[in-house]
């Protein structure tokens, strides 16, 4: 199998085209364990796979958590996936994906930078707070599409500074919290300046924190401009892997449209050859 290995703003994937390796769907889900398992093989977030369009778009994007568990979608995927379909020739500069959330569109901004109209919210709660251990949480939640994709967003003070092993077992506790039925990722962010946040996201199917998370990063955008702490307008937001500028179009007290620009690299691609994958595979 042929493969490429993607990053956008160190939120990495591996990359199957379906197109031309014609895999039963069944065995996506195994491969996106194996495969994503740092250490024993290549190593990744996730895996996404680019399959047949089934309603108009260019292609299809099926997505798989490190733990093999589908995902309805991942932005910074999306943005490294629009890349991948404008460099192999299967989309031009500006494209149509489908994704388990709904319909996605990229452009091309250069050769590194792609921005993509992330799925609209489909619930927006901005009072949920939860309650950890005996101590009540500010928090907000999100779904981003239908499916949604479920988000928790947390305000921390101090985060950049927080315990490494005290925020992981905080963001384990939430993600697993009884108020979410879908389980849920979890955005602890902080404000650091006009239209500037600092963010880190404990994501369901990696169990753990990533160096980014688009549609984490939307969600905190989304809640934050609707509460009037930023202007949504080229929300500037830090993370482990770097920066991610979000748009956001307002409608009355809703959104209209929501918009995600950063970086891609494409770190590798090559042949898979992992010995712990059956040998028919």
Partial sequence: MQFWKMNGAGNDFIVLNNLEERLPTEEFSE?????????????????????????????????????????EMCGNGARCICRYGYETGLAGETQTVETMAGIVT???????????????PSTIRLEH????????????????G?????????????????DANELRELGRAMRHHPSFPKGANVNFYELTGEDAVYERTFERGVEDFTYACGTGTGSVAVVLTLQGKVSGSGVRVDMTGGQLIVDVEREGSGIRSLYLTGPTNIVCKGEITDEELCPAK
Avoid at 113 to 118: A, D, E, F, V, W
Avoid at 133 to 142: H, I, L, N, Q, W
Avoid at 146 to 162: C, F, T
């Fill in 129 to 144: 707070p939860i309650e950890v251990d005996g101590v009540r949480y500010s928090c907000a939640y999100v779904e981003l």
């Fill in 106 to 120: 990229g452009k091309r901004i250069d050769k590194r930078r792609y921005r993509i109209r992330l799925n609209d």
């Fill in 146 to 162: 239908n499916p949604g994709i479920p988000h928790a967003v947390v305000p921390y003070r101090g985060l950049r500074d927080a």
């Fill in 31 to 71: 491969l996106a364990r194996t495969l994503c398992e740092r250490h024993l093989s290549i190593g990744a977030d996730g895996l996404m796979v680019v399959d047949t369009p089934t309603q108009g778009g260019d292609y299809k994007m099926l997505f798989y958590n490190a733990d093999g568990s589908v995902g």
